[in-house]
């Protein structure tokens, strides 16, 4: 019931271990040539440089790496830059027939080493596993952990590819993408399903069913929560998202029993959590073996910045090829600036690291459960597109990183069940502005007063928000240093308690200047979570009915149902309850009928089940807005700034997938919604001996 990867002899791996010996002696006596700060005598010094240095960084570098994790952590891991050029120092100091001139030379050395190291193992296709030092460091590490007899029975890894459709995944299956998953089809020990996700098809909603079973009261990426200072909720946010665990866990999630969260919004009722938003990690804990495995390798960290690198390239070059083929739809100016720079960290830093993490994890073999989230394909395929090169490539540097972990697994004492999935889809399509040339709020304000006070937020921004949330959880660590000094750094960036960067940070400047309206003065409050727009009137505390609109801003409803970018508007009558109103149609949700053409006729099967569920949320918006779906192109669009999106109905964003275990039996279950995901899942981890 494992990933098979390419199997590797014993032959193999001593052959690619001496290929990386080779690369790295090479290197040596490359950069002793080439710097004047570096004297070697010859072949012979050399060959006794790079083994003592390999030697060193196996017994010594686990015990610098342990004793400084705290500012490898928090400088994002360019300390390592510094115990590399030691150890480099230390060789000099020991191997006779070579010299540094000082410790920047040595420094300067390692740097160079590493990153040829990277690239020429990169460009030769050299798992990095079969590294001298990652298998030396690997052993360390487990005996690092103090780990107590393995358990017998199979534990439970989740593989979590954010924002991977079954559609998609079938195209990169038949493509060839994604070998290692194809895999577990050919072999039989697994099967692919389908699930559909509830109507806020997105990552807190998804994931708060998943991971606790209940997702109720989260309509979208933000909602907003009336009273007498209406606050706008976000699922990203670090306080929003302990506070939304807080509401729905009852201690009971899918990982409460022995379980690891990794990289995830929630944690599942684990304990052990890592990079989890709703728990804000101490300093203390980030000691453990997990997420110390990831810095116990001198080359991880230079080995994913070379990575992160090459991937800032490849996006620039993607976004030249689509504007150079004219491919449409595409973003151009969203993917300037800082952006290569943000979706690396995302598609490269946060998956090495996660990846490193679970590979501990499984040779710990600890954990009855683990559940980890990928986000890259999720963050690439907004910008580029849900089949572009780019995102089918993502999706096989993925398909490599589950091939490593099934290979570590496969050397653990013991056994682990793996399944693949995904909280949701995404539909692809030229965005409303792109179509309209006007945004949600814009198409709003021309049909209500002028003088109407309107806060907007139509950006999710997921790639800032993880970078907030690094900032965030740094800023609290009280007993550092480094916390001090980032609170001290950022005190004009705070916000409820929260460092704003990037566009928060530009929107919490305007708030302050008054030059754009904040969510406490506006009397109407728009959101955007993909394809599906929220409005909250926040004069009035309750929500309001489709006969209080009509009276207080007539035009309202009829106008945005008769936009062409609109396919339907849910909202409830005080006479009728909730309707799905469309501009030849209504669908009378209560009484399940419809006059005219249906609204919901392009949508789900379990569309109008989902929207009454909707419905009877406390926070429901006075109009929740989905925009159109259409069929035979496959395509509708977001209300923010992205091509491949997700966040209401309509196509593959509410069509996530299901690669599980044959023995399980859930290629034909029925599955609608988030928590009732949880349930099936649920049932397999209860059944766990023990």
Same mark, same amino acid.
């Given at each position: ?191 692919? #399903? ?35 200072? &209406? ?50 990690? #101490? ?48 973003? #151009? ?80 004492d013991r056994p682990y069940q793996f399944v693949i999935l995904s909280d949701h889809g995404q539909t ?175 949508? &789900? ?86």
């Amino acid at each position: 019931m494992a990933i098979r990867g390419p199997h590797i002899t014993t032959a193999q791996w001593l052959g690619r271990t001496l290929l990386i010996w080779l690369i790295e002696l090479m290197t040596v006596i490359v950069v002793a040539a080439a710097l004047g700060g570096v004297q070697l005598a010859g072949l012979w010094p050399a060959v006794q440089f790079t083994a003592f240095v390999g030697i060193l960084n196996a017994l010594l570098w686990p015990v610098l790496a342990r004793l400084t994790l705290p500012f490898l952590v928090f400088s994002f891991g360019f300390f390592t830059f510094l115990l590399n050029g030691l150890i480099f120092w230390i060789g000099g100091q020991f191997v006779p027939g070579i010299h540094f001139n000082n410790y920047g030379y040595a420094l300067l050395a390692a740097v160079v080493v590493t990153v040829a190291n990277t690239t020429i193992s990169g460009l030769l296709t050299i798992d990095e596993d079969a590294s001298f030092y990652r298998s030396v460091l690997q052993r360390a590490t487990r005996r690092m952990a103090g780990r107590r007899p393995p358990r017998r029975y199979p534990g439970i890894l989740f593989l979590e590819i954010d924002g991977l459709s079954e559609p998609v995944l079938r195209h990169a299956l038949a493509t060839g993408h994604m070998p290692a998953l194809a895999g577990l089809l050919e072999g039989r020990s697994h099967e692919l #399903s389908a699930w559909e996700t509830d109507l806020s098809s997105q990552t807190g909603a998804a994931q708060a069913g998943i991971l606790h079973g209940n997702n109720f009261n989260i309509p979208a990426f933000r909602w907003v929560e009336k009273g007498e200072n &209406s606050r706008v909720v976000s699922s990203f946010g670090l306080r929003d998202a302990e506070a939304i665990e807080e509401r729905i866990s009852n201690g009971n999630g899918l990982l409460w029993r022995n379980g690891c969260s990794r990289a995830n919004l929630f944690t599942g009722d684990a304990a052990d959590v890592m990079l989890t938003y709703s728990r804000a990690t #101490s300093v203390a804990k980030l000691y453990t073996p997990s997420y110390f495995a990831f810095f116990a390798n001198p080359y991880n960290f230079v080995r994913t910045l070379s990575l992160m690198a090459v991937d800032m390239v490849r996006e620039v070059r993607e976004r030249w090829h689509q504007e150079r083929l004219d491919i449409r739809p595409r973003l #151009s100016e969203r993917r300037r600036g800082l952006y290569p720079i943000l979706r690396a960290a995302t598609a490269v830093l946060l998956r090495d690291v996660t990846v490193d993490t679970l590979i501990t994890d499984v040779l710990q073999g600890d954990a009855d459960v683990i559940y980890a989230t990928l986000s890259a394909y999720d963050e690439v395929a907004h910008h580029s597109g849900i089949v572009d090169r780019d995102s089918l490539r993502v999706l096989s540097q993925l398909d490599r990183a589950f091939a490593r972990v099934e290979r570590a697994a496969q050397a653990a004492d013991r056994p682990y069940q793996f399944v693949i999935l995904s909280d949701h889809g995404q539909t692809q399509g030229a965005t409303f502005k792109q179509r309209y040339g006007v945004t949600l709020k814009q198409a709003i304000q021309k049909l209500l007063p002028r003088d109407l006070k309107i806060h907007a937020r139509l950006q999710t921004d997921e790639e800032w928000g993880h970078v907030a949330a690094l900032v965030s959880e740094v800023a609290q660590q009280d007993p550092y240093m480094l916390g001090r000094f980032v609170r001290t750094v950022t005190r004009q960036r705070t916000e409820d308690g929260e460092v704003a960067v990037g566009p928060d940070y530009q929107r919490m400047l305007d708030e302050q200047a008054g030059r754009v309206i904040t969510a406490e003065e506006a009397q109407l409050i728009v959101l955007a979570s993909g394809n599906l727009g929220l409005v909250y009137f926040t004069d009035w505390q309750e929500r309001l009915s489709l006969e209080a609109l009509e009276a207080h801003f007539p035009g309202l409803v009829d106008g945005l149902v008769r936009h062409p970018g609109i396919g339907f508007v849910l909202v409830r009558s005080e006479r009728y309850g909730p309707l799905a109103i469309g501009a030849r149609g209504i669908y009378y949700l209560a009484q399940d009928r419809v006059t005219g053409e249906n609204p919901l006729a392009y949508f &789900s099967l379990h569309a109008p089940m989902l929207l009454r569920r909707a419905d009877l949320y406390d926070n429901a918006p006075d109009l929740l807005i989905n925009s159109f779906y259409d069929p035979v192109a496959d395509e509708a669009c977001a209300f923010e700034e992205l091509i491949g999106f997700h966040g209401g109905l309509g196509g593959g964003q509410n069509r996530p997938f299901l690669l599980s275990p044959v023995a399980w039996q859930l290629r034909n279950e029925s599955i609608v919604g988030a928590e009732q995901l949880y349930r099936v899942l649920k049932r397999q981890v209860d059944a766990m001996p023990g």
